[in-house]
């Protein structure tokens, strides 16, 4: 197995990691969330595919990550979530995790790549997953603030978010 081939099926496991953790919060918040990233993966592996396939293939950049700025827009009242949140802080660093293998990954392919189209491929994958890498950074860090704010208010300085 090549490194194509590899990189091939390491997004077709992004995608069903995602696409499992969409079911596994149906009609949350995170759904379309994880959908998104499932989508998202499976949209990289074709890319590959087509590359390895020597097909013309495009590397264009899916802005509509920034359609999830606003993810915890509309939640409905603490009451239900509370109990959620451990599971999904943990389901975030799980996710950075596995960003983070992937960014790297990557970015070890790209040295190895003979050629500049492939190093091109392997850098337009590592700035997608580093797209997704921040974004679950971002949201630990808003999940994670309020339990570990020890500082009172009225002294000190604070990062802004």
Do not use: C
């Not at 992937?102 to 190895?112: C, H, N, P, R, V």
């Amino acid at each position: 197995m090549n490194s194509l081939q590899y990189a091939i099926s390491m997004e077709y496991d992004g995608e069903k990691y995602y696409a499992k953790q969409a079911e596994l919060h149906k009609g949350t918040s995170l759904e379309p969330l994880f959908t998104h990233l499932a989508n998202d993966e499976r949209r990289h592996a074709h890319i590959i595919e087509d590359k390895f396939g020597g097909l013309p293939y495009e590397l264009s950049a899916d802005s509509r990550i920034t359609e999830f700025k606003n993810v915890f827009d509309g939640i409905p009242d603490y009451e239900n979530e509370i109990q959620k949140m451990p599971k999904q802080l943990e389901l975030y660093q799980e996710a950075l995790l596995r960003e983070k293998e992937s960014i790297d990954l990557y970015k070890k392919m790209g040295a190895e790549a003979i050629n500049d189209k492939d190093k091109q491929l392997f850098a337009f994958l590592v700035g997608q997953e580093t797209l997704h890498y921040n974004f679950f950074e971002s949201l630990i860090s808003l999940v994670s603030r309020p339990e570990d704010w020890v500082e009172s208010a009225e002294f000190g300085l604070r990062k802004e978010y």
